[in-house]
């Protein structure tokens, strides 16, 4: 039997259909066709895919933003609710050092409501690209107060051996609105998560959510635009 020929110039060892592999010697892809040959030990991508990603890693940055774009399109983020102790709890206003307050007048004082809880978590990608929101605030019966919330981000090893990386939270506000004759009468936070890629021709991911906290603890979002319906 005849030995085996060595791929031509400008064909790559695994088949005709793929130019000569692109940038093999380049350290730049080096931590990515070693996760390649994990994913394939894993059995998370199989032969033909594990050939095709080694030889040109273009492709599975391709085959990566088709699955981010069928995500965005096909699945909004989903809302949770973290376990306890999320959820309402009471604040006592009193101040606790305050001499020659009487118990009857402490216990006619009210009480702040709060709630926390609220998490928003968009994945990308199977994963890949991960975006995470949280929304807290307290009332009073008449006013939403003490709102605060985070924003952040991450990327798995996948994406970052696929040069992503999480860009922060350019826009991170909380405004407060009426509500009938209450002012504020909640609060709207409006956060954008980007990720970014280092290769310039992959496009950014960017997503707007929005929520708004109303003084009666109810809450609705929107993402990208799109009211979220529970």
Partial sequence: ????????????????????????????????????????GRGEITKFQADRYR???RIAQSDLVKSIE???AANPPALVTLPEPAGWYEVDDDDPDAE?????????KPKKRCISGYQLTHKLGGGTLTA????????NGKKVSDWSGECRGKVSTWGKTLLWSFD???????????LGKYNPGGIHHKTEIRFTNKQWQVPDVSTLIEQWGH???????MVNGKLLHK
């Fill in 55 to 57: 030889c040109d890693p």
């Fill in 132 to 139: 995470i929101q949280t929304l807290n605030w307290c009332y």
């Fill in 168 to 178: 922060g939270c350019p826009q991170n506000d909380f405004i407060g609105y009426k």
């Fill in 215 to 221: 003084y009666d603890g109810s809450i609705d979002q």
């Fill in 100 to 108: 020659g307050v009487s118990s009857l007048a402490a216990a006619a």
């Fill in 70 to 72: 069928a995500d965005i």
């Fill in 1 to 40: 039997m005849a030995a085996a020929q060595p791929a031509v110039a400008g064909e790559s060892a695994v088949g005709p259909w793929i130019p000569a592999c692109f940038e093999t010697g380049a350290s730049t892809w080096a931590p990515f066709r070693t996760e390649v040959d994990l994913a394939l």
